[in-house]
């Protein structure tokens, strides 16, 4: 009797329906699924791409900045910009 109850489980025989995924659920999950192949998206791209997309705008922003600032510790300065610009935080560093 127990295997003709996991066989029905199995089929799905006897169980309940799932509901059926709310708006919110499904777009949350199409972004999910879009951040998962954007990441192996950049993964696969060659380095000068890699960085091109990735690195270089805010780079490129922070040493304008630091030009126009003219710090006294200049690489400091930029870590500092880089982490409070950062794109990609999840919140915006203090």
């Known amino acids: 009797m127990a295997e003709a109850d996991a066989n029905m489980a199995d ?5 309940q329906a799932l509901p059926e995924p ?4 499904v777009a ?3 972004k999910a699924v879009e951040e998962v192949q954007k990441k192996m998206n950049l993964q696969a791209l060659p380095i ?4 091109d997309q990735t690195v ?9 900045a630091l030009v126009k ?3 006294p510790n200049p690489v400091e300065w930029l ?3 880089l982490l409070k610009n ?3 935080a999840a919140e915006p560093a203090e």
């Open 69 to 71: 600032e003219r710090p």
């Open 56 to 64: 270089v705008p805010i780079l490129l922003d922070g040493m304008s």
């Open 11 to 15: 089929r799905g025989e006897g169980a």
């Open 28 to 30: 949350e999950a199409a």
């Open 79 to 81: 870590g500092t910009f």
């Open 22 to 25: 709310s708006k919110e659920e």
């Open 48 to 51: 000068r791409a890699y960085l």
């Open 86 to 88: 950062n794109p990609q």
